[in-house]
Structures are given as C-alpha cells and as structure tokens.
C-alpha cells in the first residue's frame, strides 16, 4: 500500500510566487509540480479534500474545484470510496514538462554558482557504497558491537533532563570533548585539553572551518597530490585557491611549495599515513613544514584519518605535538567505528578556540548531542579502547593475507607502503595502463577499487585497494578478477595499435 504524502501538501504548497491567482489554481498547480518532479510517485494516494482543506486553511469546496481540474487534465483519478490517486500515464501521452513557469520564474530549474559548478566534477554520493571487495575507506560493520552501542543508546536517550534535546553548545558536549581529548593524548601524543577540542561532523567539515577561520578568499592552500579530493574541493568552495604539491615517499615535497607558492595561507597534510600512497612524512621535512608555517605566519591542517592503526614501526610524533600552535589537528570516528555515525574532531589552537566556535555555529549550529552523549559514554566506559584492539588485530591479519595473495599481480603492479590504516596502493608497471578503465572492469565483476587519478594522479596510474574488509577468500578471489580486469583492458588499448599497424586485419 502506498502510503498518502500528507507532508507534501502543508500551507507551504501556496508558493509565494503564485499570490494574486485563485487557490484553487495554485493548489492544483503545486500539485502538477509534484507530479512533474516526481516527488508524487505514480499510484500515489493524495490526502483527502477534507484533510486538505484543514491543512491550507481553505474552504473544502476550493480543494474539490483543485482536485476536479486535475481530474480533467488526466493527472489524478478520484475513486468513490478509496480516495484521489496520481494516474498512471496513458500510452502515448505526452510527459509533464521538467519544469514549469510560476510567475515568470522557474520553480524546478535553478541556475547554480560557479562554486557549486566546481563541485561538480567530485559529485556527492547519491547511492549507498557497498562494502565489495576492496572498497576503500570502508570499515567492515560485523566488527561493530552493536548490542553495546544499543544498549548505551537507550541507556542515555532515557536520562531525566533535556541536555540532549534542546540545542547544545558549538563546540560539542564536555564529556565528550574530554573524551577525545584523553583519547588523542593517549594515543597520537597530542597535547590539547578539552576546551580546545571542537566536536565536527566530518573530517570535511573541520577542514572548512579551518578555512574559513584562517584565510580569506583568494588565499593559496597547499595540498597534497595525489591527494584526498573531497577535502580540495572543500577548499575550493570555501573560496580558497588550492595549490597541487607533489608527494613522495617523505611525504609533501615542502622544497617545491616553497617554490610553486611560498605565501600560501594554509597547508593541508596526511603526514602519518598519506593518503592514498601510504607514505610518513619523514622528521626532516616535517621540521621544513613548520619552519615554513612560523616564518609565513601560516597554518597546517594536520588529518589523522586512520592514526589508530598502525602495524610495522613506532609512530612519529604528530605535528600537533612538535607546534600546537600552528596546527590544526583533525580526525575522525566515522572511519574507525561506521561512517553513518558522523562525528569527527579538531584539536584546535588555544588562540583561535573563539574563532572555530563561531565558524562552527554558523555552519550548523552543533553536531547531534544524543550520538556525542552515546559516544562519550563508549570511550570513557572503554568500549572504544576494545574496539580498536580487536579491529587492529583482524584488519593486520586480513593486511598480511592480502598482500600475500596480492603476489599474482606482481608483474603488472608495485605496491606502496602498506603499514597502516585500511587500504594500500598500487603502481601500474606498464604506466600506459588507464586506471580509470580497469576500475570500471573491476566494477563490472563486482569489486570495488579505486583508480589513482581519482586522488589527481596524472603522472603515474595505479589502483587502491581497501583491503580490511576483505577475508583472505574473498582477497583471493577478488585480486583474480583485479588481475583479469588488467589483463582485459591492456588487451582493448592494445587492439587498436595492432590494427593501425596492419597486424590485425583478418
């Protein structure tokens, strides 16, 4: 049974724009566009003429001259007894139009801002990602205590009083920010008390306040490439010019931006596992970085996405530690724990504390109190330390196998570092190979990996693989299709070159 879109049909179907027509035409006309956009579905059962009329304040009649109009269009049939349902188009008939006229403006067609342009040659997710082999970036959820988070949430959405549900402050709740605060020093050697932490939706989100807290549009960012695309585009938007710097295996060449752009305003680093390659900044260049940041009076956006695991070798020590008061240390739960969760972190500069809470409170005013109370209680109760541990052990067990089975692609790639976090890169040994092409062959089979001009390559083509949720099985079986993806594409780019030569004809 399709359920009636009551919702759809509040005072607000009275469009401003449509003042000075007859009610009845602007409530038939809301309801043609609700049609032609799709937003009523084909069957769809329309509230009755009563419920209607209660809703917009109207007389019931108006609605009934509304509906019967509709009726003689063909758009909506009314059965005795049933109700008024969306008709299901006539064969032959003539589509609605995508858009239509309401006083001389177009309601369902907008013209959009060369920012939003931008955007979008890196279009948002408008489907679930799946969790195939070798998705990156995705934790595997079987691993998640669920029954404990359950457990805490009914525990803390039952608590007397109303912290949770009136509106919070900016900067998040204190418990949990001394949560995350503990948590970090204890594990990343960070040095920020709670006042400095600034609770965040996304890693995303923290890198736009930095950016609209430290710079002014126009300003240069330096940023890693290959690199992590959304958080550029993020840049971007923020009104920011994003300056690509290449890295190596010592991370960000600091010589070169030095050179390229030495005034830039901010600078956007993955220094403890660089993401996509997997390389750690190395002392010496993480030395130049911040010599460089005290004598520009600039800032280093610091992303510790996956510093919670790590496998071979001691960490170095996070830039936040060598200069807490030239960086910005970000990082994230949703990658350690499942990314619907959507809380993330600053550590941020005692001096600019003020500044972020109020970039923070104009962006959304505060992230979801009830999930920050749910997960302050995870940390603090030890729920987390748990988590990591065991997670920790089965993505290094399931690290080892893949790169073990990994071995039957070893004469057509090289793979990077693969010492931490949850996925490792690629190069192609024959560096004419279209990554982009061999993931959508990949994607064709049913295994997800990434190409590495995804991340801005352009000089070098590879894939990433995320290996953590992937058995030594399923490694196996999915590095097989990886390897007949390859095979298959270099054939197709080949092809043509044979038959241009003569070597091909029948």
Request: charged residues 25%; proline residues 6%; glycine residues 8%.
């Amino acid at each position: 049974m399709v359920k009636h879109a009551t919702s759809l049909f509040s005072v607000d179907v009275i469009h401003p724009d449509m003042t000075g027509r007859p009610a009845h035409a602007r409530i038939s006309e809301r309801i043609r566009i609700a049609i032609a956009s799709g937003a009523l579905a084909q069957k769809a059962r329309l509230p009755s003429s009563r419920t209607l009329a209660r809703d917009l304040g109207v007389a019931r009649n108006t609605v009934d001259e509304a509906l019967g109009q509709l009726v003689a269009e063909g758009l909506i049939v009314r059965r005795r007894g049933a109700g008024s349902f969306v008709a299901k188009p006539e064969p032959g008939s003539r589509p609605l139009p995508a858009a239509r006229r309401v006083a001389g403006r177009s309601v369902l067609r907008s013209r959009i801002s060369k920012r939003a342009q931008a955007l979008q040659s890196y279009p948002g997710h408008r489907q679930p990602i799946r969790a195939v082999p070798f998705t990156p970036s995705l934790p595997p959820s079987e691993f998640f205590p669920r029954k404990t988070w359950k457990r805490l949430l009914s525990r803390e959405a039952a608590r007397s009083g109303n912290a949770y549900w009136e509106y919070g402050a900016s900067n998040g709740l204190p418990a949990l920010r001394e949560a995350i605060a503990a948590h970090a020093t204890a594990m990343r050697g960070t040095r920020a008390s709670a006042d400095q932490v600034l609770v965040t939706t996304s890693t995303q989100q923290a890198v736009e306040l930095a950016a609209k807290v430290l710079a002014d549009p126009g300003d240069c960012c330096w940023v890693e490439t290959p690199g992590y695309q959304p958080v550029q585009h993020v840049l971007r938007a923020a009104g920011m010019e994003v300056v690509q710097i290449p890295v190596d295996r010592q991370g960000l060449n600091v010589d070169l931006g030095l050179t390229v752009q030495p005034h830039a305003r901010l600078a956007y680093v993955t220094p403890s596992h660089q993401y996509p390659m997997g390389y750690e900044m190395s002392p010496a260049r993480r030395d130049a970085l911040l010599r460089w940041a005290a004598a520009e009076d600039a800032y280093v956006v610091e992303d510790d996405y996956d510093g919670d695991y790590r496998y071979e070798g001691r960490p170095i020590t996070s830039l936040q530690d060598m200069d807490c008061d030239r960086v910005v240390y970000v990082a994230s739960f949703n990658k350690i724990l499942f990314p619907g969760l959507r809380i993330a972190y600053a550590l941020v500069p005692q001096a600019l504390v003020g500044a972020f809470i109020d970039a923070k409170h104009a962006a959304d005013g505060h992230t979801a109190l009830l999930s920050q109370g749910v997960l302050a209680a995870f940390i603090t109760e030890g729920h987390l330390a748990q988590h990591l541990r065991t997670t920790r052990a089965v993505y290094n067990e399931r690290r080892l196998a893949f790169l073990e089975e990994a071995q039957i692609l070893d004469s057509l790639l090289e793979f990077e570092p693969a010492i931490a976090g949850m996925h490792v890169a690629a190069l192609f040994r024959d560096a004419g190979i279209d990554d982009r092409a061999v993931a959508a062959e990949c994607a064709r089979r049913g295994v997800a990996v990434d190409p590495l001009a995804k991340y801005g390559a352009i000089d070098r083509a590879g894939l990433v693989f995320g290996y953590a949720g992937a058995t030594r099985d399923k490694a196996r079986e999915g590095l097989k299709i990886v390897r007949r993806s390859i095979i298959d594409t270099s054939r197709q780019r080949r092809a043509p070159l044979r038959r241009q030569n003569g070597s091909g004809s029948a």
